[in-house]
Nanobody, 124 residues
Framework: QLQLVESGGGLVQPGGSLRLSCAAS????????IGWFRQAPGKEREGVSCIRTSDGSTYYADSVKGRFTISRDNAKKKVYLQMNRMKTEDTGVYYC?????????????????WGQGTQVTVSS
């Protein structure tokens, strides 16, 4: 059974850093799309960054380009989101998502399996 578990969330000051991890189980990570999404209170879930695990091709939302980095370790079955120079608007619940028949997009419609999420709060 495919399962995704996020970790690494927490409280960080503006300008600080966090690294989120997504641990995958029940499937081989080698040929999937994995995405990081976030949802702020009262807002829709949005794609932050996505990666094709077979070749490492990536997508970043404009709001995080140059600050966030997505990476994967197929052997460990983990995908990471390194978040630097964080802003208050980065606050939200961050979700990891996976898709076997990955089309290359980074919207909620492109992914069929989801983790439970981890809270990230950027505040002074």
């Amino acid at each position: 059974q495919l399962q995704l578990v996020e970790s690494g969330g927490g409280l960080v000051q503006p300008g600080g850093s966090l690294r989120l991890s997504c641990a995958a189980s029940g499937f081989t990570l080698d040929y999937y799309g994995i995405g990081w999404f976030r949802q702020a209170p009262g807002k829709e879930r949005e794609g932050v960054s996505c990666i094709r695990t077979s070749d490492g091709s990536t997508y970043y939302a404009d709001s995080v380009k140059g600050r966030f980095t997505i990476s994967r370790d197929n052997a460990k079955k983990k995908v990471y989101l390194q978040m630097n120079r964080m802003k208050t608007e980065d606050t939200g619940v961050y979700y990891c998502a996976a898709e076997a028949f990955y089309s290359g997009g980074c919207t909620t419609l492109d992914f069929g399996s989801w983790g439970q999420g981890t809270q990230v709060t950027v505040s002074s």
